[in-house]
């Protein structure tokens, strides 16, 4: 059996268009390397003709390329650790199949390895993004630095390529959780981290799959899963609110004692009944969002189902 070194583990969904040009970037950038490696394509439920594109892969590179299939769409995280949890090298590298983040960094990322860091995370210098996706990435990183564990120390968390050595994947493939973050996860087992700056590429072919919506998701899931600060922040504020409350109806109180009944305080009472309405349906979404993710686990259901692997007998 082939002992790779290296794992590049690519997350596919529905990326017919770039998988040529990712196979004749990687392929060159690793052959280079002159280290034996495998690429782990991962199969995320694609809908277009990227199986049978991924699968021809194998028959052209049988000894260094594996394809796993999912029955179904399961995200890119449960992708990459599906490709974790089949990897046999002693370096796992994250990338993703646009090659916004060119896998002409990875060397970066080895280089960084070989002088004993356990995780290198990687941050997009001079980064070829919409303005609106830019916006949403500086403003998750600014919060997230704010309301994680110190520990949970990145410039760039939305960057995908990442090295890891084999004891910290070991790490988080145990975990079994099924809303899984990988970025944050490893640096809560980091024992000596770094991060490094690589280039930044736009999109020349296909399209992304994540809309503002799911970016939006995305963020706020990654927050939930890793701090309780959204929940004690609703706290503090509804215990603002319940005093404010209260000094008001004092208020009202004397001054109907003072001036006597009056209507022309409807509106503003009906005002002041919805904003704290909202407030209630704000506090019930946030805990919704951590009930939900601790139904989820207890149901103890598989994360990732995975149909077939393809590779050299």
Not at 172 to 194: C, D, Q, R
Not at 294 to 300: D, P
């Amino acid at each position: 059996m082939h002992k790779p070194e290296i794992s590049i583990v690519v997350p596919i969904h529905n990326e017919q268009e770039v998988i040529e040009s990712l196979y004749e970037r990687l392929t060159k950038v690793m052959d280079s390397l002159a280290r034996p490696y495998e690429v782990i394509l991962v199969n995320d439920g694609s809908t277009d003709n990227s199986a049978t594109l991924l699968n021809d892969l194998v028959k052209r590179r049988p000894k260094e390329f594996r394809i796993i299939h999912f029955n179904g769409n399961y995200g890119q995280h449960m992708a990459i650790m599906a490709g974790f949890e089949n990897m046999r090298g002693e370096v796992a590298i994250m990338l993703d199949a646009d090659m916004q983040t060119p896998p002409e960094e990875i060397p970066k990322l080895m280089a960084a390895i070989d002088e004993g860091h356990d995780v290198v995370n990687s941050f997009r210098l001079n980064r070829q993004d919409h303005l609106w996706r830019k916006f949403v990435s500086k403003a998750h990183n600014i919060i997230r630095k704010k309301i994680t564990p110190a520990r949970i120390k990145m410039e760039d968390e939305g960057s995908m390529l990442r090295a890891y050595r084999r004891n910290i994947v070991k790490q988080m493939t145990a975990t079994g959780e099924k809303s899984t973050f990988i970025t944050a996860l490893a640096m809560i087992y980091a024992v000596n981290p770094t991060e490094i700056g690589v280039k930044h590429e736009e999109r020349s072919l296909g399209t992304s799959s994540y809309s503002l919506y799911k970016l939006i998701r995305y963020n706020f899931d990654m927050l939930t899963n890793f701090s309780l600060v959204p929940l004690q922040m609703f706290t503090l504020l509804g215990i603002g609110v319940s005093a404010f409350s209260i000094l008001f109806v004092i208020y009202l109180f004397i001054r109907r004692l003072i001036v006597g009944p009056e209507a022309e305080g409807v509106f503003t009472l009906f005002a002041i009944a919805f904003f704290i309405m909202g407030l209630i349906l704000l506090g019930l979404g946030i805990i919704g969002e951590y009930v939900g993710r601790i139904y989820q686990e207890s149901q103890k259901r598989p994360r990732f189902v995975i149909q077939k692997i393809v590779e050299a007998e």
